[in-house]
């Protein structure tokens, strides 16, 4: 019998948020995160099987940012929606990455993803411009077939900005003021209320839909919050009978809590105890713990084999290159293993064929995942700059002095850790000279502020952008950039024989099999002649393996 080792209690929800399409996992990088969609689908159906022996229920949510992180994605995400479909989620929300290209929203309706949840797609402050209606719906109930439990659900966003021209968002604090959203409270037909937030779990909207919440239903009436968006783990107490939880991103958490029905509070002499949390790393062994040891079910097993059979049709797993060291995404520019610093330094003075005069401006939000040693595939380049940004000519002829003063304290500083920093902006090559002549480029996301700023300095309109090309006249984007540079600087200076063979077809003649194994002989007495010679140098330094912004992510972690 499979032994439960998580708290379950009346309301048990498992929960994933920004997973941004790491629905793969980490396993070829970092070991300690190898679990994926189709392990996660098997835990959930493990527990959800053990639960339901004891007369409880447990709902799996997805809480929004399911686009913009892997090769998985692109716009529209026509090869990523078929893998997320397979999940039987409860209830999914809608996230602010789903919202910056028409072409992705729009493809959000006419493939039928939305219509897919029957009504648990869930916009509570998210329209549609043109026809003012909710993108999926404002609300719904969740049904607990053994316990008989109803729960009140809402998906709200927090008040984006940035979104697509197609849509719109409502601020937060006008939706909880509607009528409709009054109504549906003043109901009292439910057991307990579940707010997926695609906001941070203490940010101060979450205190805002929490006030009106209680105002509306009383003290007693469980709320439970599924937080997002920031990218953390973290767990906070809004009241006796209100709890807030986050579980992290990229599919390194597997969150879960349990909460009361509003007749156990009620009944309760402490119904604060009765809300529980635990955070999982997403690893094979350690969901396996929670559940007791279970082998990977029939549906989990076909949904690890599509998402594998995507990427080898995506032709995303292909090496370009192979890096020596690994580069970190939270190093501060002057340390040379930061990948900022690697960006600035090297990566775009390649694609500007190291004209000083060209400088390119960019807010740190633009990477988003460390570059890891050893053999760089297509997928890590697109997990370093995901967006595929078009460069465009900002200013042209602006003297050095001008481009300090338009971004001056808002200039990243060297020994800072980016991460900590709410995206500064970044500029490219050595430095900027007071007294040298810049051409300024932007990438596409960060082009009309980095000209607003250009132009407030000047004093003066500037000429209308341009695209930058590259000599083939291409439009050259951040991410073709990336991949440009791996390929040109980091080429693999041997070919592992292994990935040889796995990469042979299934009718090779004989004589391609003695190639490799020949291959195989003569790199072996390579190493051998080069351990002589190298015999008695001192060893270089290892680069730790772990991805160093996911450290200190432990089982159980909470943030107040």
């Known amino acids: ?19 941004h399409s790491w629905v793969a996992g980490h396993s070829r990088h970092e070991p300690s995160l190898d679990a994926d969609y189709g392990d996660v689908l098997s835990f959930y159906q493990e527990l959800e099987e053990a639960a339901n022996k004891v007369g409880k229920d447990v709902f799996f949510v997805m809480n929004g940012d399911m686009v913009d992180g892997t090769g998985l994605s692109t716009v529209p995400p026509e090869h990523l929606l078929p893998i997320i479909e397979t999940m039987p989620f409860d209830a999914v929300n809608m996230g602010n990455h789903e919202l910056y290209h028409n072409e992705t929203v729009e493809y959000l309706r006419s493939s039928g993803f939305i219509e897919h949840w029957n009504g648990n797609y869930l916009t509570t402050n998210t329209f549609w411009e043109e026809i003012k209606d909710y993108i999926g719906h404002p609300y719904t109930y969740l049904y607990g077939q053994h316990s008989q439990i109803k729960i009140l659900t809402f998906g709200f966003l927090y008040n984006f ?20 959203f009054q109504q549906v409270l003043l109901q009292r037909d439910y057991d307990a209320i579940l707010v997926l937030a695609h906001m941070d779990y203490i940010d101060p909207l979450v205190a805002v839909i929490h006030k009106s919440i209680r105002a509306l239903v009383g003290p007693e009436m469980p709320i439970q919050f599924i937080n997002g968006h920031s990218h953390r783990r973290g767990f906070h107490v809004y009241d006796e009978t209100t709890t807030a939880m986050e579980a992290g991103r990229y599919l390194d958490t597997v969150g879960f809590v349990s909460f009361p029905t509003y007749d156990s509070v009620r009944k309760s002499d402490a119904p ?50 192979c890096s020596t060291r690994s580069y970190f995404i939270d190093q501060p520019l002057n340390a040379s293993n930061s990948l900022y610093g690697l960006y600035m330094r090297q990566v775009f003075p390649f694609a500007f064929e190291n004209n000083h005069s060209k400088v390119v401006v ?9 570059l890891l040693r050893g053999e760089v595939t297509l997928d890590d380049v697109i997990a370093v700059s995901p967006f595929d940004d078009l460069i465009y000519l900002a200013a042209q002829n602006i003297v050095g002095i001008d481009v300090i003063e338009a971004f001056g304290g808002d200039l990243m500083q060297t020994d800072t850790n980016p991460r900590e920093q709410p995206f500064p902006f970044i500029i490219s090559g050595s430095g900027i000279e007071p007294h040298h002549i810049y051409d300024v480029y932007a990438a596409d996301f960060d082009l009309s502020e980095v000209r607003r700023r250009v132009q407030d300095s000047i004093g003066r309109t500037l000429e209308p952008s341009s695209l930058f090309k590259g000599n083939d006249g291409i439009a050259v984007t951040t991410s073709k950039i990336w991949q440009s540079f791996v390929i040109e600087h980091w080429p693999c200076s041997v070919v592992s024989p292994v990935r ?61």
């Open 272 to 321: 604060d105890a009765l809300f529980q949390h635990v955070f999982l790393d997403a690893n094979k062994q350690v969901l396996a713990g929670a559940v007791g040891n279970f082998d990977k079910t029939s549906d989990g097993s076909s949904l690890t084999d599509l998402i594998h059979q995507t990427q080898d049709d995506m032709g995303i797993e292909r090496v370009i290159g």
């Open 161 to 180: 900005v940035n979104n697509c021209k197609i849509t719109t968002v409502t601020k937060v604090e006008e939706t909880v003021q509607e009528e409709w």
């Open 362 to 370: 960019q807010s740190t939000g633009a990477l988003r995942y460390s």
């Open 500 to 560: 040889q063979l796995m990469h042979e077809s299934h009718n090779a003649t004989l004589f391609g099999y003695g190639s490799v194994l020949f291959s195989m002989f003569c790199l072996l007495v390579l190493t051998l002649l080069r351990k002589k010679i190298t015999r008695g140098r001192p060893s270089l330094p290892q680069e730790p393996e772990r991805n160093q912004s996911t450290r200190g992510y432990g089982s159980t972690d909470s943030l107040e």
């Open 1 to 19: 019998m499979t032994t439960v080792q998580l708290p379950l209690g009346d309301i048990n929800v498992v929960a994933v948020t920004d997973v």
